[in-house]
């Protein structure tokens, strides 16, 4: 069992930054991997992007070169620089950890890209 805690949703302008934390707690060294996914109002929710425990990452080619993914020191957090922001950003963002055999979800932190 892994419980997920998100931070660091807001309201920012078009073009500026946030930085999303996503906190785990319980069995954190049998996941195998993280993510974060964004679901905007009527639309699906999607894939933004992944960590692997050996760090390799992948993005979404909507966030290529704007959004970085990483991991802390402790390996229990992971996190989402969010850069150059859009409008077409905006949405609640879900952090994701793959734990054999099942995803756990984290309740989700709103972003609001708007001048």
């Known amino acids: 069992q892994v419980q997920l805690v998100e931070s660091g949703g807001g309201l920012v302008q078009p073009g500026g930054s946030l930085r999303l934390s996503c906190a785990a707690s319980?069995?954190?060294?049998?996941?195998?991997?993280m993510a974060w996914y964004r679901q905007a109002p009527g639309k699906e929710r999607e894939l933004v992007a992944t960590?692997?425990?050996?760090?390799?990452?992948n993005y979404a080619d909507s966030v290529k070169g704007r959004f970085t993914i990483s991991r802390g020191n402790a390996k229990n957090t992971v996190y989402l620089q969010m850069s150059s922001l859009k409008p077409e950003d905006t949405a609640v963002y879900y952090c994701?950890?793959?734990?054999?055999?099942?995803?756990?979800w984290g309740q989700g932190t709103q972003v609001t890209v708007s001048s």
């Open positions: 994701n950890a793959y734990l054999p055999p099942g995803y756990y």
């Open positions: 319980g069995s954190i060294f049998s996941i195998v991997l």
């Open positions: 960590i692997t425990n050996s760090g390799g990452t």
